[in-house]
């Protein structure tokens, strides 16, 4: 501030924020200074306990005190202190003023309260009449793009898609015109196509409404497009900030350098298939609902050693492929043989077996885990229900060599799930897959939801196992430039159908079916120097 100016919309100052615990004190935030000017995008990087997101709670005054405490700092917005000011003040700012647009909208959206009730809800509050509410809703969720709108906002949440969902929380935080809008990971495991709108959507709110945008996410290529300025966060501290394009083109930090180098897709791996027999032969698969036809014909190999990646949105099919595979619903119609194994036709006991030798990683390793479990208990699950694979004398051994295969270390074997980073997780959730000696791993969006260099850091695990290991995968994924660097063969698939299938090379080099051109186009607004993001 300079006299009564306001230097800056949003001013930082020296911020440090500790949490208070059973294990002692943890500094999350350490002395960081930033600011936002009226109009300006600023992206917030970093991966999981950077301190990225904490900061903005501060905020907005969204921090639990305790455990947390704001030991220093000042966050000045239109030259007053948001750390001083009393409860009222901030209801009139929050919302109002400063809005927030949330990682996970169906954790902040009201299931049991039907969505037009609650945009209008944060009007009313602030003293806007039910009558004009109802037509701002209204107008809100046309111009986020919800299709149908007049009679949409009366569903509930889970009757909308996770796109839509998120444009409803868009709107929410856009109901009072609010100056500064906060967007804390706003795209953060949607489909590609679906991330590119969402993007384009706060872009063009940003320049009709004149807003002020923080931007936070772990997405280097997609933020640096979108953002005036980027700011770079690790262990609490910012350790790089510049104009977007500076950074991207000349980082100064190793640790920007090591963000830009997590970047996958960065080769186009030209594979050829292997020679002979396939391990799996899936051929003109079906499955139907009712009178809706989910999977439509579906044929495809995959061999020892060889990665198969499956791409495509919400809805294509991918999961309920998946649970076919491992018997989990019988296909409607067509055949899957495991070697000379006819798995559709198989008995219930021949299934159990089946499953031995397919094994599947999920997306969300805080949800597959059981957190009441130790990590020993989690791992040799699989021997207390196939007993005949491993002596009970032999489990301690074997947990041991299995957390070391996949980078983690025999101490590790007391501690609870509870107790890992999302990355240590994913690698625990692998060893548990690896207990039986699969020799087809179904990875099902194994990476979508950790930061980029942890992803990098999984799919380097995973190839060093299948080199080592042979195993075969199927990796299911919505990124396209991941499975570009790391699959052998790619399937299109698109609302249950398969609509193409190729190498890397050929997908990326020469696409034939237009939805396939879709997905690579919405990956390629978003590139880093030459290479492609999504």
């Not at 969402?198 to 979108?226: T, W």
């Amino acid at each position: 501030m300079i006299g009564n100016k306001v230097e800056h919309l949003l001013d930082v100052r020296n911020l440090s924020i500790e949490f208070h615990g059973g294990r002692g004190i943890t500094r999350a935030v350490k002395g960081v200074s930033f600011h936002l000017n009226k109009g300006e995008t600023l992206g917030i990087l970093g991966e999981s306990g950077s301190g990225k997101s904490v900061s903005t709670s501060a905020i907005m005054g969204l921090l639990d005190q305790p455990p947390a405490r704001i030991s220093s700092g000042e966050v000045l917005f239109d030259g007053v202190d948001l750390l001083q000011i009393s409860e009222r003040a901030r209801r009139d700012i929050n919302g109002r003023r400063i809005a927030m647009v949330f990682q996970d909208p169906a954790a902040y959206l009201n299931p049991v309260q039907k969505v037009g009730r609650q945009i209008m809800e944060m009007m009313t509050l602030h003293g806007v009449s039910r009558h004009e509410a109802r037509e701002r809703t209204l107008e809100l969720a046309k111009r986020v793009r919800i299709p149908d709108a007049s009679k949409r906002l009366d569903a509930y949440p889970h009757q909308f898609s996770g796109g839509q969902r998120q444009r409803l929380m868009i709107a929410m935080a856009l109901a009072m015109k609010p100056e500064i809008l906060i967007a804390d990971e706003p795209t953060t495991a949607l489909d590609v196509t679906v991330q590119s709108e969402i993007i384009e959507l706060l872009v063009e709110l940003r320049e009709e409404m004149g807003l002020a945008m923080i931007m936070i996410s772990h997405d280097l290529g997609l933020v640096s497009k979108v953002a005036d300025r980027l700011l770079v966060m690790k262990d609490g501290e910012i350790v790089e900030q510049g104009v977007s394009e500076v950074i991207v083109k000349a980082p100064s930090h190793p640790y920007t350098r090591k963000l830009l180098q997590a970047v996958p897709g960065q080769v186009r791996k030209d594979a050829s298939r292997p020679d002979g027999d396939p391990l799996l032969k899936v051929r003109n698969l079906a499955q139907t609902y009712g009178t809706v036809q989910v999977l439509k014909d579906i044929s495809f190999d995959l061999h020892s050693g060889e990665t198969v990646a499956v791409v495509g949105e919400s809805g294509s099919g991918k999961s309920t492929l998946t649970r076919s595979l491992l018997m989990m619903e019988k296909p409607s119609h067509g055949t899957i043989h495991l070697d000379k194994q006819d798995l559709v036709n198989a008995t219930a006991a021949e299934r159990g077996q089946v499953r031995r030798r397919m094994q599947m990683i999920f997306q969300d390793p805080g949800q597959s885990l059981n957190p009441r479990w130790s990590v020993s208990a989690i791992i040799s699950e699989p021997w207390r229900i196939h007993r005949d694979v491993l002596p009970p004398n032999r489990h301690r051994d074997r947990i041991v060599e299995l957390l070391e295969l996949v980078g983690l270390s025999a101490e590790h074997a007391t501690r609870h799930a509870g107790q890992f980073s999302g990355g240590q997780k994913q690698r625990i959730a692998i060893a548990r897959a690896l207990a039986l000696n699969p020799e087809i791993l179904i990875c099902d969006e194994a990476v979508s939801a950790l930061d980029a260099s942890i992803q990098a850091q999984i799919v380097e695990l995973l190839q060093s196992l299948q080199r080592e290991l042979g195993i075969a995968y199927l990796f299911v994924a919505h990124d396209l430039p991941l499975v570009r660097a790391f699959a052998d063969w790619i399937m299109v698939f698109q609302a249950g159908e398969l609509v193409e299938q190729n190498t890397p090379a050929n997908i990326f080099g020469s696409p034939q079916h237009e939805y396939t051109k879709q997905l690579i186009r919405s990956n390629e607004k978003y590139e880093i120097g030459a290479l492609t993001y999504s």
